[in-house]
């Protein structure tokens, strides 16, 4: 592969680990709607689509629609604690930092609200290494990959065959092929090795230091 202009970067699973706070945040919502989750409620395979996917997944067992209620109980909570309680993964600041000195041009692609987005960057002191940072917005034009990274491409100029999408999802790499992208997976975050060969990752990488084979 010749060297991209650009490396759009997931953030849940492949920079950050935010189970702690999505699984609290999640049962936080559910209380909100007067429901008890298992105590032993795993969320790792269901992080990465829309907020709404999750709560609709997470509210069908009760027979609950109000997903529109969820999402909402679900952001207020996350916004004022759940969000804080995310970690970055080793090794990822060191390669962030590298690529951007390497003459990087990073952008974050996430399902994630952007406002969340940028304040888990903020308080990890990652949000200046970014040239743009992208995330779902009120309206849900821009929820899903596909769409995000055609937004992405069309607002910066850039050309989809000379960039790369990071992720650990099979959204992501979906999300990528969609706009005729090169896509790689990452074998540290939710998803699995299969699920990332399955989608048709163009190739995966085991740790964060490997980012620097990308650029």
């Given at each position: 592969m010749s060297r991209p202009s650009a490396i759009l970067l997931d953030l849940d699973g492949t920079l950050i680990d935010s189970e702690p706070g999505i699984l609290s945040s999640c049962r936080a919502a559910l209380r909100a709607l007067g429901h008890d989750s298992d105590p032993a409620m795993d969320v790792a395979s269901i992080i990465g689509p829309p907020i709404e996917d999750v709560m609709r997944y997470l509210l069908q067992p009760f027979g609950d629609m109000r997903v529109s209620e969820a999402v909402d109980a679900y952001r207020e909570d996350y916004g004022t604690?759940?969000?804080?309680?995310?970690?970055?993964?080793?090794?990822?600041?060191?390669?962030?930092?590298?690529?951007?000195?390497?003459?990087?041009?990073?952008?974050?692609?996430?399902?994630?609200?952007?406002?969340?987005?940028?304040?888990?960057?903020?308080?990890k002191g990652l949000a200046s290494l970014f040239e743009g940072i992208y995330g779902s917005v009120p309206?849900?034009?821009?929820?899903?990959?596909?769409?995000?990274?055609?937004?992405?491409?069309?607002?910066?100029?850039?050309?989809?065959?000379?960039?790369?999408?990071?992720?650990?999802?099979?959204?992501?790499?979906?999300?990528?092929?969609?706009?005729?992208?090169?896509?790689?997976?990452?074998?540290?975050?939710?998803?699995?090795?299969?699920?990332?060969?399955?989608?048709?990752?163009?190739?995966?990488?085991?740790?964060?230091a490997e980012l620097l084979g990308l650029f």
């Open positions: 604690r759940g969000l804080l309680l995310s970690e970055l993964y080793d090794g990822i600041p060191d390669a962030l930092l590298a690529m951007q000195e390497m003459g990087a041009s990073l952008y974050l692609a996430t399902s994630k609200r952007v406002v969340f987005a940028r304040r888990i960057l903020e308080n309206g849900g034009s821009i929820d899903h990959k596909p769409e995000l990274i055609s937004y992405i491409l069309a607002q910066n100029g850039l050309i989809a065959e000379q960039c790369v999408m990071v992720g650990d999802r099979r959204f992501d790499i979906a999300g990528a092929h969609a706009n005729g992208m090169r896509a790689t997976g990452v074998l540290w975050g939710y998803g699995s090795r299969h699920e990332l060969e399955t989608a048709g990752a163009d190739d995966l990488i085991e740790m964060p």
